[in-house]
């Protein structure tokens, strides 16, 4: 089997435009840049179906010697269209519902991944998966474990709402007095 090199360059251009795109911050560009690699690959899957041939209808032959088509190349296309039709309405909806709240097609930076884009690698206690009780030189947990300010006994929550209610009742009596 012979693949044309014309088509595989231009499955090689679409896919390359395409993540090229996807790499933007623009949402529109986003999109752009998926149908264009989805149309790269489907042309891809399609030179990878072989050469023209007959059409799998039995007794319908156009082609003297050659075979037919294989149609599973063709149903991975139909495929990945629709699918790919669906995922472009559902960011184009989600581009419109982004450009109602900041009238802007620009994706900003997340505070949240600056913060952990910025931390040392060297320092094990700024770690996601730390807290302040661990070690800060070695990020490995201490004797004194979570630092809690609660507690978790349902007979302390008790003893303390009373202590309130109590406190609350003296307050009372005390401006009543006056």
């Known amino acids: 089997m012979t693949a044309d090199f014309g088509i595989l360059l231009l499955c090689g251009v679409l896919s390359a435009g395409g993540v ?4 933007d911050r623009t949402l529109l560009r986003v999109i752009l840049g998926l ?7 489907n042309l891809l899957i399609l030179a990878m179906g072989g050469p023209p041939g007959n059409p799998p ?3 319908r032959g156009n082609i003297e ?5 294989d149609t599973v190349v063709q149903a991975l296309i139909l495929t990945a269209i629709v699918i790919t039709a669906g ?8 581009m419109y519902r982004s ?9 900003e ?8 884009a910025s931390r040392s690698p060297k320092d094990m206690s700024s770690a996601p998966d730390r807290d302040r009780s661990d070690d800060p030189l070695t990020g ?10 609660y507690s978790d006994s349902i007979d302390d929550f008790d003893a303390q709402a009373k202590r309130d209610a109590k406190e609350a009742e003296e307050d009372t009596n005390e401006g009543g007095e006056k």
């Open 99 to 107: 450009y109602q709240f900041t009238t802007d097609d620009e994706v």
């Open 65 to 69: 010697g050659a075979g037919d088509v």
């Open 87 to 94: 995922v472009v309405a559902f960011l184009l909806t989600l």
């Open 35 to 41: 149908m264009m690699l989805s149309n790269g690959i």
């Open 57 to 59: 209808i039995l007794g």
């Open 140 to 149: 490995e947990p201490t004797e004194l474990g979570d630092q809690l300010e």
């Open 109 to 116: 930076d997340d505070p949240e991944d600056t913060k952990v």
């Open 20 to 23: 090229f795109l996807i790499l």
